[in-house]
């Protein structure tokens, strides 16, 4: 990965003729508008979790919940994704976030502007937090991935609220992704604090988390208690993928 700043990169490699990381036609843009169309249709999701509804699931009106969140609600007030992690969107989101392919994060960053109350989350939040990357997993990445992906997202709107240091991450022994829940849930106790000088930016606000991939939840819940128990107002979520 070269050391140029990995926002820089992106802002430059989008303006670019590039081939579709899905449909590798040539030229085109990283994310043509054919393939657009065929596999991200905005689907019916729960206004908690994400996780895809059956079509006219809550055709009434109001925030569509699943029945999982009605017995058991998470600790998020919102939580919206652009796609399923499922084919193309795995490939593509894996060589954005594991193999160093910044260029990518304005187009799907754009994915997740089309979708729904998007901008309306950015515009009402206060804080806007990437999902705390631990120092050791950076230096193996190379690039703090949910922190370019946010400031793709950011805008007028956003200006003066994205604060990635408000959280800090200890580093975890197994990457989230290898494990179940009930494991990602017992390595991730502690893993999440709010430093005291960061708390004055914390309490009663509205916090955006911004992150790649939606698993089990695990991750975002366990970061929303943390913000929750520091005193902010609420944690809603911004990602680009779910796992259905």
């Given at each position: ?89 795995h490939t593509v ?73 408000a959280v800090q ?76």
């Open positions: 990965m070269p050391n140029l700043p990995a926002s820089w990169l992106s802002h430059w490699h989008a303006g670019l003729p590039s081939q579709c990381a899905v449909c590798r036609r040539w030229p085109a843009q990283r994310l043509c508008q054919d393939c657009r169309l065929r596999w991200a249709r905005p689907l019916p999701r729960c206004g908690l979790c994400a996780m895809p509804l059956p079509a006219g699931h809550g055709a009434s009106g109001g925030q569509q919940v699943c029945g999982a969140c009605l017995v058991k609600p998470p600790p998020l007030t919102h939580c919206l994704a652009a796609l399923d992690y499922a084919y193309p969107w989101i894996g060589d954005f976030k594991f193999r160093g392919d910044t260029g990518l994060a304005r187009s799907l960053a754009a994915l997740l502007l089309e979708q729904h109350g998007a901008r309306e989350q950015l515009e009402q939040c206060d804080l806007l937090l990437p999902m705390p990357l631990s120092a050791q997993r950076l230096r193996e990445r190379g690039f703090h991935q949910a922190l370019v992906l946010a400031r793709a997202l950011s805008g007028p709107s956003t200006r003066g609220k994205l604060r990635h240091q991450r200890a580093h975890t022994a197994q990457a989230q992704h290898d494990l179940p829940r009930a494991l990602r849930l017992r390595q991730l106790r502690g893993v999440f604090a709010v430093p005291p000088a960061q708390l004055p930016h914390v309490r009663g606000r509205r916090v955006l988390l911004i992150d790649d991939v939606m698993t089990t939840g695990a991750s975002l819940h366990a970061l929303a208690t943390c913000l929750r128990r520091a005193g902010a107002a609420e944690v809603s979520a911004l990602v680009l993928a779910r796992t259905p």
